[in-house]
């Protein structure tokens, strides 16, 4: 008999620990305590429960994401700080061109015209899911990492790091790129390192942006300027790795000038916000997403390139999958860490993910070069794209996560 065909324990309360208070891990525990509320839930992060307003970076939530976000009720505590994104220009050009032609246009609706992505402070969105979470009764634990993990037939035991226990019947490892407990799980991974690093950082500029992004294809890799609200905008700066750390490292005023020799004029005046960041570019995808009592979510699963802008939003597709899957099984009385019940999550997420994984290798290595061969056929293919409209209402149904076969939460509606 499989599994998955055995009912619960009477009496037995089924528990979920969610390793791991980032958007993603934070998201799961709050669908998964609002459509089963007997569930015992708990977030578990090694951070301090302040981190979360020290993240100064802002996220594209997609059309399917925060369709997600209105069921859980959490959109309305971020949408006063959302920018809606309502077109897209790309460039490809050098950066020492005077005139950088644009061979691509979107407009940034979706069929139902609603717009295919906002832009959202981290810290905006973070804390609005963590006040929800806690409404919802989830148990929170900051702080305290999970060290450790043992699998038994009916339940799992995770060992906190402060040396405290919980018995529950599935563990969810939300702890990043490098995640500790993937590894724990023997979960093999494909992966690699770009010679790129990603600098992060916000601008005010003079002009107003009109809710216009920007993704100029320059030949270290892809510059891109993403609006906020306000005449602020985010911009994700893939440089050379080299040049990238002595940009982070190096005086103010040489880095606002190289900024600015990339940003260009047409927004008025510019000046730098807040802290420049950098992060160290690369792939991984989890060859498996799955274990008996044991799942993989968000970047613990992948990790991709920025050029697409789609990191956060796998997560919140795992998100939708995971609670789902969750939620169903135990509305049958299956065994919600059963790995006959968390295959169906693999086998949805899984190719989604690796077709993301390659489609945004395939773009940071032909757009970051400087080949002129290459360059042209790609610009020629930039212009053919432009004057094919059903192509590109194509690109940005995609670009909104409303592709493929959608979890009831990226939908809109309830599971």
């Known amino acids: 008999m499989k599994a998955a065909s055995r009912k619960h324990r009477a009496g037995a309360e089924p528990g979920v620990v969610v390793a791991g208070g980032g958007s993603a891990g934070l998201c799961l525990a709050l669908a998964l305590k609002r459509f089963l509320p007997d569930l015992a839930v708990e977030v578990v992060d090694a951070r301090p429960s302040g981190a979360a307003s020290a993240d100064e970076r802002a996220s594209a939530i997609a059309a399917a994401a925060r369709r997600m976000l209105e069921q859980l009720d959490v959109w309305h505590d971020v949408a006063g700080s959302a920018q809606p994104i309502l077109s897209m220009e790309v460039t490809d050009s050098r950066t020492s061109d005077a005139v950088r032609p644009v061979f691509l246009t979107f407009d940034g609706t979706t069929r139902d015209g609603e717009p295919f992505a906002h832009m959202v402070p981290n810290a905006v969105l973070l804390e609005a899911l963590r006040s929800e979470a806690e409404s919802a009764g989830v148990r929170a634990t900051f702080g305290a990492g999970v060290e450790r993990f043992e699998t038994g037939d009916g339940d799992v035991r995770v060992h906190f790091s402060t040396g405290e226990q919980r018995t529950a019947r599935l563990l969810v490892a939300a702890d990043g790129v490098r995640s500790r407990l993937r590894a724990q799980a023997g979960i093999r991974t494909v992966e690699w390192s770009y010679p790129q690093i990603a600098i992060v950082c916000t601008v005010a500029h003079e002009r107003p942006h009109h809710g216009v992004a920007v993704e100029h294809f320059l030949p270290s890799g892809p510059f891109a300027i993403l609006p906020l609200s306000g005449n602020r905008s985010s911009l994700v700066w893939t ?58 979510l968000g970047d613990a ?6 050029i697409a802008g789609q990191g956060l939003n796998l997560g919140f597709r795992d998100v939708a999958a995971l609670a789902e899957t969750v939620v169903d099984a135990a509305r049958l009385g299956l065994d919600i860490g059963a790995l006959d019940v968390l295959q169906r999550y693999e086998r949805w997420r899984r190719y989604d993910t690796f077709q993301m994984g390659v489609t945004t290798d ?54």
């Not at 510019?270 to 044991?294: H, N």
């Open 362 to 415: 395939v773009l940071n290595r032909l757009f970051s070069n400087d080949f002129g061969p290459l360059r042209a056929v790609r610009d020629i293919g930039l212009g053919i794209v432009d004057r094919l409209p059903p192509l590109k209402r194509l690109f940005i149904g995609e670009a909104a996560g409303l592709g493929g076969e959608l979890p009831k939460l990226l939908s809109g509606e309830p599971i």
């Open 301 to 306: 699963a992948h990790g991709i390139h920025p």
């Open 239 to 296: 440089e050379r790795k080299e040049d990238g750390e002595r940009l982070l490292k190096g005086d103010e005023f040489v880095f606002e000038v190289e900024l600015e020799r990339r940003f260009g004029h047409k927004l008025g005046k510019i000046e730098l916000e807040g802290r420049r960041q950098g992060y160290p570019l690369g792939l991984i995808l989890a060859r498996d997403f799955v274990r008996p009592r044991f799942a993989l």
